[in-house]
């Protein structure tokens, strides 16, 4: 199958059927990996209610796994984030509903809820979730998104790795509760995972049945060849909409009251809110990395709330983004709306159908499904470097960049311990002192534009009044001092906040000192996210860098151009620009020489006075048409090609430029008035053509042309004049004091020319 990739998630087929096909095998694989989930209000139900709230968990069930999902589509959720109930979350809501109902449904019957209790907890319980889904609806209308957007990537790599220790250890818990058939039958389906994953490579006539499938398949045969069939009487659910939990508010409020009710809950329920928001932002931080999908957080915050608002007045449980059913599905290919679909009424089928049954299913089945998903949620950057400590330990990396390695680690061992909580503080805590360390240089620039920047090429009045009017049109990022997992997430931000109307960047990492691969990823997702929207990516400061890592990791992008300043950078996108512009403002390649700047104003006689007392000269391209400390030997009239003034390095790619003068301009002009030795080289870019008026002809020219030579003299004060008036505006622009006294010393060298 050909496609052309368009987007994050976002693909246009040549063939249509490969497609649907992929969609619905990517909702059939998340439907079979998420059954282990689905079932949690089952689980956590009986085990902290017992019997007597089964119905009400298979009606929980239900809801969560089917009206949930359904509205989450209706409320234009990102259809490849699936949501599903996750532990932290329903853990938080079931102590809430406990504490409620000890608290409201009158004395206990033995060790548990009483019916009456189980009723009130369930309905002041459900209460509490709308509010704490309302908070979270809040926060989205309130654009708090970001803020929680900001979770270091420490933080959601740690949590990926937890959750896959976890799943290795409940399979281990489960083997040891019951026998050695179910590690037997739970080996069997990862073999056949990885064997039918390579079958499939070499006949593709079997793509469309998904790995997971025949691996459950081998082990219900496994398990029935082995064990014999369970007596165990299977207990009968119906389905009753008396569940429906905004039907049990009104006893509850007229009971309790909305204000008692909030001053019980409100600490539980402002948790249940947090606990949830981290859950669905860790999930959204895994696929962003993992597979490139931008998930924008205000919207996230709305949908989120919306879907759960709906759970609450339905009888459901907390849902928050999964990440194990998202990347289940997309390795399968299923990436859209018809996989959601897809994998909504296949899960809800299969709850009708066989929902008493799963909690017969044989150990060995529930083992396999365990071990299976673990891998799908190991960070793999963390792993990559793992494995390489582990064949080389005594290997360590110069500077800092693992620094990020060992916070995930930390965060890891956490996971396993504590709760979702506890690992959020210790991972933002420890990455926050990092952060505070290198807080004075290391947070990333904002975009600026051509209002605040402009390359140091000469132009015309009407050039510049076209860069003006199209500022926005050419985007520079200035990144400094180290990126690391501290400000990756902000290089992910910058790609939003970049003006709508910008069509070339200019990304300059010249003042980069050092690079972890939280960094790097980040920059190479942000110069890719640039290239799809067909944006013209200029990247400067390589050559600069300190970072050799950051250069080999740039090196030979597709579709990006490399120059060695910001300066060079500029030029080429404004003249990109300039050439789009509706105002004919390109720079003529020959200007006769009656028609240069220094000799404005001037009449036939003189005209043709000055062009006689001058000399012709070419010069070749790379060619000097002087040199620095050179004597002033006079001044240059351009007729063709462009000369760049370079100053600090003998070395044309080292030198910074500061300006390029083209054909009907001039140069060395500051010769003409003091005779001083020059300040700058000039260099010619292109082969040149031009008159030089030297310090003889100019002598002459004040003998016996004293006019001429005092229109010349208010041609020069012309030009110098807009050559300060657009290094003024340039200063006026720029807030730091380094930019100031960069520009200053740029704009003494430039009047000694």
């Known amino acids: 199958m050909k496609s052309k990739l368009v987007g994050a998630d976002t693909f246009v087929p040549n063939n249509v059927a490969p497609i649907i096909r992929n969609e619905l095998l990517g909702g059939l694989e998340a439907s079979v990996m998420g059954l282990t989930t689905a079932i949690g209000p089952i689980l956590f139900f009986l085990g902290t209610f017992g019997a007597p709230s089964l119905a009400a968990a298979f009606w929980a069930t239900l809801i969560t796994a089917t009206i949930v999902p359904a509205v989450r589509l209706l409320l234009r959720g990102k259809a490849l984030l699936r949501y599903s109930t996750r532990t932290a979350s329903l853990t938080a809501y079931v102590g809430l509903v406990l504490q409620l109902g000890v608290s409201l449904g009158g004395p206990s019957s033995g060790g548990g809820l ?64 019951s026998n050695l058939t179910a590690l037997a039958t739970a080996i069997v389906m990862l073999i056949c995972v990885s064997a039918w994953s390579k079958f499939q490579i070499r006949v593709t006539a079997f793509r469309f049945v998904p790995a997971i499938i025949v691996a459950v398949g081998a082990g219900l045969a496994m398990s029935m060849a082995l064990e014999p069939a369970s007596q165990q009487h299977t207990p009968t ?46 999930a959204a931080s895994i696929l962003e990395k993992r597979l490139g999908v931008r998930i924008d957080p205000n919207r996230e915050l709305l949908v989120m709330g919306g879907t759960n608002l709906a759970s609450a007045m339905l009888g459901g449980v907390p849902c928050t983004g999964a990440p194990i059913l998202s990347m289940a599905s997309w390795v399968v290919g299923g990436r859209g709306l018809l996989a959601a679909l897809a994998s909504l009424v296949l899960t809800g089928s299969l709850l009708m159908a066989i929902g008493p049954w799963l909690l017969a299913l044989p150990a060995g089945i529930v083992v396999g499904l365990f071990l299976i998903q673990a891998p799908m949620m190991v960070d793999p950057t963390f792993k990559t470097r793992l494995l390489s400590m582990l064949r080389a330990p005594h290997r360590r990396r110069k500077g800092e960049a693992d ?25 933002i805590s420890l990455s926050c002192l990092v952060v505070l360390r290198r807080v ?116 030979d992008m597709a579709g990006v151009e490399y120059h060695i300043d910001m300066d060079r950078g500029l030029e080429l996108c404004e003249e990109l620009i300039l050439r789009n512009s509706t105002v004919t403002v390109a720079m003529q390649t020959v200007v006769p020489l009656a028609g240069n700047g220094l000799l404005k104003n001037l009449d036939p006689d003189e005209l043709t006075a000055v062009l006689m007392l001058g000399t012709q000269r070419e010069v070749d391209q790379g060619s000097e048409l002087f040199h620095k400390d050179a004597p002033a030997d006079g001044v240059w009239l351009l007729e063709s090609g462009s000369v760049s003034i370079l100053a600090g390095s003998d070395d044309d790619s080292a030198a910074s430029r500061l300006a390029t003068f083209g054909p009907g301009q001039f140069v060395g002009e500051m010769g003409y008035i003091d005779g001083k030795p020059r300040s700058a080289t000039a260099r010619a870019d292109t082969p040149v053509r031009a008159l030089l008026l030297d310090k003889q002809a100019i002598e002459t020219l004040v003998e016996q042309q004293p006019k001429a030579a005092l229109k010349i003299t208010g041609n020069i004060a012309r030009e110098l004049s807009h050559r300060v008036r657009n290094t003024s505006a340039l200063l006026a622009d720029t807030s730091s004091e380094a930019s100031s006294g960069w520009a200053n010393s740029a704009l003494g060298a430039a009047s000694r020319f």
């Not at 019916?115 to 009130?120: E, G, I, R, S």
């Not at 659910?237 to 009251?257: E, K, T």
């Open 237 to 282: 659910v119906v389905y009753d909409l008396a569940w429906i939990s905004v039907r049990g508010w009104p006893a509850v409020l007229n009971r309790a009251g909305m204000a008692p009710l909030l001053i019980a809950a409100l600490p539980g329920t402002v948790t249940l809110a947090l606990v949830m928001i981290l859950e669905s932002f860790t």
């Open 440 to 555: 004075s240089v290391n947070l990333t620039a904002q975009w600026a534009y051509l209002d605040h920047y402009k390359s140091h090429r000469a132009r015309s009045l009407d050039q510049m009044t076209s860069l003006d009017q199209m500022a926005h049109s050419v985007g520079i990022l200035r990144l400094t001092g180290h990126l690391f997992f501290g400000n990756s997430a902000r290089l992910a931000q910058l790609f939003d906040e970049l003006h709508q109307e910008t069509v070339a960047v200019v990304i300059d990492v010249s003042e980069v000192h050092d690079v972890d691969p939280s960094g790097s990823d980040a920059l190479i997702w942000l110069i890719g996210a640039l290239l799809e929207r067909r944006l013209k990516v200029v990247l400067t400061g390589m050559r600069r860098t300190s970072s050799v890592e950051l250069q080999q990791t740039l090196r």
């Open 403 to 427: 620094l990020g390695f060992w916070i995930t680690l930390v965060i890891s061992l956490v996971g396993i311990f504590g709760s979702l909580i506890w690992v959020c503080f210790v991972g």
């Open 114 to 177: 009483s019916a009456d209790q189980l009723l009130a907890g369930l309905a002041a319980g459900s209460l509490m979730f709308a509010a704490a889904s309302a908070l979270i609806l809040l926060s989205g209308l309130l654009g708090l998104g970001n803020i929680f957007k900001m979770i270091p990537s420490t933080v959601t790599a740690g949590i990926g790795n937890s959750i896959a220790i976890l799943l290795v250890w409940l399979a281990l818990k489960q083997v040891m509760l």
